[in-house]
């Protein structure tokens, strides 16, 4: 009697963790499925006319998930051609992604021009901050980096990533004698 009573909840457990197991399974197969019928769907319809900059940074979005960064920064280019005058602060979102997919394939002088671009039209965008001064230091320009960072630091006091960066490069950055 207390075996079976045992080797039910012992089941019970099992079926329960199996059933939690299946859920985030089935999620995370739907959650592709619904990302590659967007990519699927929008490389058809750019493919055959030409689209808007939203469709143009959606598809170059999703191609920087998914690491394939030459071609996300081809279809952030477009993004870009295609922004206009009352969409101008989505350029922002646009040049930060463009910059990101340059700084993934080591072009880091093209990744700071594209933030650059992108603090032009939104000085306060504090993920372009992050991401430039993170460019400076692999140029290995630790003055730089640090103004980046500090620039971050006095728009979001608590950036947490802009506040590990500038203290390690303050570290850094002081002679040791002193």
């Known amino acids: ?9 012992y089941l019970a457990i099992l079926l329960a963790l199996l059933s939690v197991a299946a859920f985030f399974v089935v999620r ?3 959650k592709t499925r619904r990302i590659e019928g967007t990519l699927s ?17 959606e598809l170059g979005s999703l191609l920087l998930d998914k690491k394939l960064y030459t071609q996300a920064a081809l279809y952030l280019q477009q993004a870009l051609k295609q922004v206009d005058d009352e969409e101008m602060e989505n350029a922002a979102l646009v040049y930060n ?4 997919a340059y700084f993934a394939q080591e072009q ?10 992108a603090l032009k039209v939104a000085p306060d965008y ?4 992050n991401n430039l001064g993170h460019s400076y230091e692999r140029k290995q320009l630790m003055t730089q980096a640090l103004e980046a960072y500090e620039s971050a630091l006095a728009l979001e006091p608590g ?12 570290k850094r950055l002081v002679p040791s004698g002193q």
């Open 1 to 9: 009697m207390e075996n079976s009573k045992l080797l039910l909840t």
């Open 28 to 30: 995370q197969v739907l």
């Open 41 to 57: 769907r929008l490389q058809n319809k750019l493919t055959k006319e030409k689209g808007t900059a939203q469709e143009y940074y």
């Open 97 to 100: 992604a463009l910059g990101y």
């Open 108 to 117: 880091y002088d093209l990744a700071i021009r594209n933030y650059k671009e």
């Open 126 to 129: 504090v993920t372009v901050l």
């Open 159 to 170: 950036n947490g990533t802009a506040k590990r960066r500038a203290e390690s490069l303050r």
